[in-house]
């Protein structure tokens, strides 16, 4: 199949638009001008009989004039392409204006208007009786059609002669102004094919014509910057993912070189490959992380949802972390309504968005602090917000929390624990789970994160 350009496809359509409207302005034209004419024709031919009625019985009240000589006198004024004839019923007198008054046929043997054709011409004729003296005529007048159907061939001619110009013409300009018009389609098509995977950060130049072509390049220029975006994080994402799994793959490696190199007491093997135990532990707890926010991303996290007790799995997680938070000196606490708490979702999910917020509390609260839970219900949100006390986290970079492997400048220098995939998989789960999670920091006082859940429909 020929694929055709849309300026083709355009100058095409106007084309046939044009053909067709003109061809009915020329139909139109036409009808009401034949129409026209043959009303004029028919009018003059009723107003010669209504003039000759009149001047008749105006001159013949002088017993002096006859009536041949009036008739006579009358066809003189008369036009060149008219005659008539006019008979006297049973006197058998008949008077013709013209040798060459076209006969009329036995069909029009009546009184009105009638069309017929003599002598290689086509005439109009009109038939009435009237009174001439106090005696019955009969009268007919007839009018050639030559100049009629001269001015009609020359419409038609006319008509067929300038519409293929016209259209021709008025193509040649739709093209042009189409290709004119299309022209910053053709940059657009042109810039965008110039970017690629190695320059996204180019953009396309925005005519500022207000029109639907400044938006396709705004358009064009917004996706760009979300799939540069895209991409920058999937690099960064990459190269982050290959930095953390390079550290327990070269332990891994170092532990079993060197318990490879000469015979050790079995209690050297037996630390060894407890040690690569821990440490495909956390690779394979670090890939399932990555393979969990891969899912958030693509909204493709398939899980069971159901009505859960938000203040049961609150409370679950809560006394889990008691020994935890004790262990590290930090003082917990907890406040839950005394009803249950109703939400949307999945429990092992939620669960695990709690302990993630929780255990960072813990982590970054300072030895003999407090961490503060909070749950309740306000209209139509649930809150849940787990505050600490520890450093905090510096307004520059709290847009920056929830990206992958991400660490804040003033606990860098902690002793690390986990991928710091934490709260990006907070996220994901409180993003499928349709909740917000916000967050509130003093630098140096603490941070409270709070998680906005959706009451369910009753």
Known sequence: MIQRSIRFRLTAWY???????????????????????????DAALAQEVHSMESYLNAELQDMRVHLAEELGEYSEGLPSNMSFSAAEPGSGRVFTSNP???????????????????????????????????????????????????????????????IP??????????????????????????????????????????????????????????????????????????????HELRTPLAIIRTTAEIAGRMPRPAESYRAALNQIVSESESMTKLVEDLLFLARCDADNLDIPMSIINLERVVNDVC?????????????????????????????????????????????????????QLNLRQSGREVQLSIEDHGAGILPTELPHIFERFYRAANVRE???????????????????????????????????FTVLFPVPES
């Open 100 to 162: 060459s008054f076209p006969r009329r046929s036995a069909a029009f043997d009546t009184s009105g208007y009638h069309t017929l054709r003599f002598r290689d011409h086509n005439y109009r004729l009109l038939e009435r009786n009237m009174v001439v003296a106090g005696r019955p005529w009969k009268v007919s007048f007839a009018v050639q059609l030559d100049n009629v159907e001269h001015l009609l061939d020359t419409l038609r001619w006319l008509i067929i002669g300038l």
């Open 165 to 242: 110009a016209v259209i021709a013409f008025a193509s040649a300009g739709g093209y042009w102004l189409s290709g004119r018009a299309l022209k910053p389609v053709d940059d657009i098509t042109v810039a965008a094919r110039s970017i690629g995977i190695r320059n996204l950060s180019q953009r396309l130049v925005i005519p500022q014509t207000g029109d639907e072509l400044q938006r396709l390049s705004e358009t064009w220029n917004s996706m760009l910057a979300r799939l540069e975006d895209a991409v920058t994080r999937l690099t960064r994402f990459t190269a982050d993912a290959s």
């Open 414 to 448: 902690l002793p690390r624990e986990g991928a710091g995939l934490g709260l990006s998989l907070a996220a994901g789960i409180a993003r499928h789970h349709d909740a917000t999670i916000k967050v509130n920091s003093v630098p140096g006082k603490g941070a409270t």
């Open 15 to 41: 084309a046939l638009a044009l053909a067709a409207a003109l061809s009915l302005f020329a139909l139109a034209i036409w009808i009401s001008f034949s129409h026209t004419m043959a009303q004029e024709t």
């Open 319 to 371: 006394t889990s972390m008691q020994s935890v938070a004790a262990s590290k000196g930090i003082h917990l606490h907890f406040r839950l309504p005394e009803k249950p708490v109703p939400i949307y979702g999945n429990e092992p999910a939620i669960r695990r968005l709690i302990l993630v917020l929780v255990d960072n509390a813990i982590k970054y609260s300072q030895p003999e602090g407090t961490v």
